[in-house]
């Protein structure tokens, strides 16, 4: 197909860079012919930043970036770059910081100008094409900014120098001589999280309601601290009562598994549809902790439904994971029509049905039961706050609105034969809406969102004993060691799409696959996968440690970056620093590294006064201070792994929620011990002598190196890990 235009972003390897390099706009990638072009042109920077799987990042493209008139504007007055955030967190960060305390909101697309040496002076996310919803148009603003740049240069670049103080002093955190008060912070979050909380219909706050997972690793984790107590008891109320709000929502997808990115109503039943991969992983987590903590069904049945649809749709043929999908799709057409070449991608349009459509695949008598147990209705289903535009008039978003036994009384039928009519029911719709055209898929495999997905599967592996997700985790950490690490220097690399992109990993690629290995030692007790995490974390330490305050800068050194910033805020992923406090801390209790304690106990130094002030905003931050106060607790099985002892053994320890163990699985006798064995033994001297007794998988349980009797049953692993 020939295109009347394309720019520079068509050499890039980014997905949503390649969907804009068609768009009239004279578009380049962050770099210095950007630059160079702004300084001797001598033209203020359009900068535009966002993700190809973001719905109003295409609503934008489609009203402003695909019109000629748009264009000739920026084109004769900005130099214009792409940036897909992705991509390149750090230079995200900078201008979302900016953006967030210019506007006090922030999001996709992020729509920033700034002068040529880079300094932000305005900016703003979505800008309709003309004045509506309370926004500028975006025309009528170029046109406004260009001339203010002509004729009051001097005010805007004040403007700039302003801004850069600000950011600067925003970046410059330091560490504290003060001893921090853990105890209280904890208790400030709690109830900081516990005020917030939506009795009725679970989350935090009012709509739009957004998963927060680092909220419910807090929440496991105060609970686990204080599990008698009333407010313990509360903090894993709050989560339960949420986790099952959001799973029974329109926001989980009822048919295929996986969760969209958000509800945009207060009952979860209207969702954003796009579905972020780092949702899935850290999601998946959240209910095999909860699981773990009630031993109740339904939170595994989740968790495997989440990562079923992970390994169907998401995972590479290599093994590792992709990005995103988007929300938008084209809708349907009926069989046999001409495909309408001018149809526009609507949102939701792969998931939503009619209630002609449910009746036409199942039969009028089981969509009767299924349309009551899912809510679906012939005037569709979304409340008015959600859909305020009437969107998805006539559709239905399915989502659990009755329980099986009230579903079952309203039709006289047995809960068995309901159960038997609804799974019947998802599957002949699930193979039905496969025929449909599909979501866009960013098949960028980002290291860091890797990590949190190896995370999930490994830990899954433990809590749900399903040896498969460890087999899933093992493939994918192959292949980032194999594609984006590089053995000879020690680094590794942020993305890979059809090879390994030109950018440098970011704190969180580090932080985050280094947990994600030392996850899967738990899980595969594959003592490679646990030397890597060392490797990764010491490459981390190297380039990104700020040895003058401590703490992580996000980056390294780049001239092409106004400034190095440590992240801090724990919101939809968990933050770097958050996810180096915890690597750090797991590898200096089972490889014996003092170091990397030390380094974990300087970064919670380092936030401990903003921590402290706003300790909702660092809930996985407070978790890795919870796991820093507690007494190394090692868990050493002696064993054969294939064993059925060994596996009852290890089947004990999965079960409990343990935030704070360390397990190590040792080969049973003197002659099984191998190198690894030999390499651990060598590092941790406490555990040499600890062999099977009396030919039986032993179980050793160890709390700041002072070892209990050793135990040969589950029965008895059970009763020492419950003391």
């Given at each position: 197909m020939e295109h009347e235009h394309t720019n520079k972003l068509a050499e890039s390897k980014s997905p949503y860079l390649l969907q804009h390099q068609h768009n009239p706009v004279d578009w380049l990638p962050w770099g210095e012919e950007a630059f160079d072009r702004a300084r001797r042109e001598d033209k203020p920077i359009f900068l535009s930043v966002g993700y190809s799987t973001c719905h109003w990042c295409h609503v934008m493209e489609r009203e402003s970036f695909e019109s000629a008139t748009v264009a000739r504007v920026m084109n004769e007055h900005f130099v214009n770059i792409k940036v897909d955030r992705e991509e390149r967190p750090d230079v995200d960060r900078v201008y979302m910081t900016f953006v967030q305390a210019t506007t006090g909101s922030g999001g996709w697309p992020m729509s920033v100008f700034l002068t040529p040496e880079l300094k932000p002076f305005y900016g703003g996310t979505y800008f309709p094409p003309d004045d509506r919803y309370g926004r500028p148009g975006f025309a009528s603003l170029l046109k406004h900014l260009a001339d203010a740049w002509k004729?009051?240069?001097?005010r805007i670049e004040q403007s700039g120098d302003n801004v850069l103080r600000a950011l600067q002093g925003y970046a410059a955190v330091e560490s504290s001589d003060d001893t921090p008060d853990w105890n209280a912070t904890f208790e400030r979050c709690f109830?900081?999280?516990?005020?917030?909380?939506d009795s009725r219909y679970g989350g935090?706050?009012?709509a739009p309601k957004f998963p927060r997972p680092v909220q419910h690793d807090f929440l496991h984790r105060y609970h686990a601290l204080n599990p008698a107590e009333k407010n313990g008891q509360t903090a894993l109320h709050i989560s339960r009562h949420t986790l099952g709000a959001m799973s029974d929502g329109g926001m989980n997808d009822q048919l295929g598994g996986g969760f969209h990115r958000y509800s945009v109503d207060e009952q979860w039943i209207v969702s954003h549809f796009e579905k972020m991969l780092y949702d899935q992983a850290q999601l998946v987590i959240s209910y095999c902790e909860m699981f773990q903590l009630t031993g109740e069904q339904f939170f595994a049945q989740t968790a495997r439904a989440t990562l079923d649809y992970v390994l169907r749709d998401m995972t590479h043929a290599g093994g590792a994971f992709f990005s995103a999908e988007d929300a938008d799709s084209l809708s349907p057409q009926p069989e046999g029509s001409k495909p309408d070449t001018k149809q526009h991608k609507e949102e939701g349009a792969f998931y939503?049905?009619?209630?002609?459509?449910?009746?036409?695949?199942?039969?009028?008598?089981?969509a009767a039961i299924f349309n009551y147990f899912y809510g679906a209705q012939p005037a569709g289903n979304a409340p008015p706050q959600g859909d305020p535009?009437?969107?998805?008039?006539?559709?239905?978003i399915l989502y659990v609105a009755r329980g099986v036994e009230e579903?079952?009384?309203?039709?006289?039928?047995a809960p068995e034969d309901v159960v038997r009519v609804l799974s019947s029911a998802r599957d002949k719709l699930f193979t039905l809406r496969e025929k449909r055209p599909r979501p866009h898929r960013d098949d960028k495999i980002i290291a860091s969102w890797n990590g949190l997905m190896i995370s999930a599967f490994a830990r899954a592996a433990q809590a749900l004993d399903e040896p498969r997700y460890a087999d899933a985790a093992r493939r994918a950490a192959a292949f980032i060691r194999a594609e984006l690490w590089d053995e000879d220097t020690k680094t590794l690399r942020r993305h890979w799409m059809n090879g390994a992109a030109d950018v440098a990993a970011f704190a969180d690629d580090y932080a985050g696959m280094a947990r994600g290995c030392i996850d899967l030692y738990e899980a595969s007790f594959d003592f490679s996968a646990l030397l890597w995490a060392e490797e990764l974390m010491d490459a981390m330490n190297r380039q990104l440690w700020d040895e003058e305050s401590g703490g992580y800068f996000n980056s390294a050194s780049d001239p092409r970056v106004l400034l190095r910033m440590k992240e801090d805020y724990d919101g939809a992923e968990p933050a770097a620093n958050s996810l180096a406090t915890e690597a750090n801390l797991r590898l200096a209790a089972l490889l014996d590294r003092d170091d990397l304690?030390?380094?974990a106990e300087a970064t919670l130094k380092v936030f401990a006064d903003r921590v402290s002030r706003i300790p909702q905003a660092m809930p996985a931050l407070l978790a890795g201070a919870m796991l820093s106060q507690s007494?190394?607790?090692?868990?050493?099985?002696?064993?054969?792994?294939d064993a059925d002892d060994t596996r009852a053994l290890l089947r004990a320890v999965h079960e409990k929620f343990l935030p704070n163990k360390n397990l190590l699985l040792l080969g049973g006798d003197e002659q099984s011990s191998g190198e690894a064995q030999n390499q651990l033994a060598a590092r941790l001297p406490f555990i040499a002598g600890m062999m099977m007794r009396d030919g039986k998988a032993t179980a050793y349980v160890c709390r700041d190196f002072a070892c209990r009797q050793p135990v040969t049953t589950a029965e008895e692993l059970r009763a020492q890990l419950s003391e």
């Open positions: 004729n009051d240069r001097a109830r900081s999280l516990a005020s917030s909380y935090f706050g009012d939503v049905w009619t209630t002609a459509e449910i009746e036409a695949a199942i039969g009028a008598e089981d535009h009437g969107e998805f008039k006539g559709k239905n579903t079952a009384r309203r039709f006289g039928r304690r030390l380094k007494a190394p607790l090692h868990i050493v099985i002696a064993g054969n792994a």
